[in-house]
């Protein structure tokens, strides 16, 4: 076990994290209301043949109020010379209980419709996206249901939702397609991808750290949530500064609470 997991271990049982319990039924049936006005005021759904899917962002709320985060275990390249795909496993980490709670595969294929122009860092990332949201549907399934959604990730549908969203003028101009559930150019400019460098996503013990330094007091629970649900958007660089960032305020905010003392 590493250094990181253990330090994790022991500040989760000293610092109490503020979350549902899966294991009692009021409480996560609370955690379904509160879900449901979570993803209706943000629109973190998308209609697929006339039925709501929950984006992965909403998973992901859902995964923090319980306690629960994704780690990214690894991205795989399965593809041939033909090909671009990419297998992603994500693992889910109990914050308060130091453990593994689950875990989730799936795959990303530039052959699936709608994804003929997607670079390869696009389909990298879409295949890890797939993973979160399939780690906590397997988990989480049924929570969902209860807030009136379906219980399946809307990345899962991302070829229905793009064969649909399609129109005459995106068919005739394909570079120019947006991917429906993702946020980047469908392709872009030959200088430009010749020039882009590959994506370095935040490691491990990078995630493992960020998850310890949340778990200190006199972080707050919004902040604590803002950066959970976008653990997993964050590249090496990024990921150290938030570490840094996270450090200083608890220096800060210990040392403001001596002064006044």
């Known amino acids: 076990m590493n250094e990181a997991l253990k330090t994790t271990k022991e500040v989760t ?10 294991a009692r039924s009021d409480e996560t049936l609370d955690l379904a209301k509160d879900l449901a006005k979570f993803i209706k005021d943000n629109k973190l759904s998308t209609t697929v043949q006339g039925k709501e899917f929950v984006n992965v962002e909403g998973w992901q709320y859902a995964g923090s109020r319980l306690g629960i985060v994704p780690i990214v275990e690894h991205v795989i390249n399965v593809g041939s010379p033909d090909e671009l795909k990419y297998q992603a496993k994500v693992t889910l980490f109990d914050i308060r209980h130091g453990v593994t709670v689950g875990a989730g595969f799936a795959v990303c294929s530039n052959k699936e419709s709608g994804k003929k122009f997607y670079q390869e860092f696009a389909i990298m990332s ?23 959604y379906e219980p399946t990730p809307a990345e899962e549908m991302d070829y229905d939702t793009n064969k649909s969203a399609a129109t005459p003028a ?16 469908a392709e872009a400019p030959a200088v430009a991808a010749e020039t882009a460098a590959p994506v370095h996503y935040a490691t491990a013990s990078q995630k493992e ?9 006199v972080i707050t629970r919004p902040e604590k949530t803002k950066m959970l649900l976008n653990i997993n958007r964050l590249d090496e660089e990024r990921a150290l500064q938030s570490i840094a960032k996270l450090r200083k305020a608890i220096d800060d905010r210990e040392n403001g609470e001596k002064a006044a003392a």
Do not use: C
């Open 126 to 148: 879409m295949a890890q996206t797939r993973a979160v949201g399939k780690a906590y549907r397997n988990i989480l399934a049924w929570i969902i249901r209860a807030a009136g």
């Open 170 to 185: 995106v068919l005739a101009a394909p570079a120019q397609t947006i991917p429906a559930m993702q946020v980047v150019p």
């Open 209 to 217: 750290e960020i998850i310890r330094l949340l778990n200190h007091p």
């Open 13 to 22: 049982k000293k610092a109490k994290v503020e979350s549902f319990d899966i």
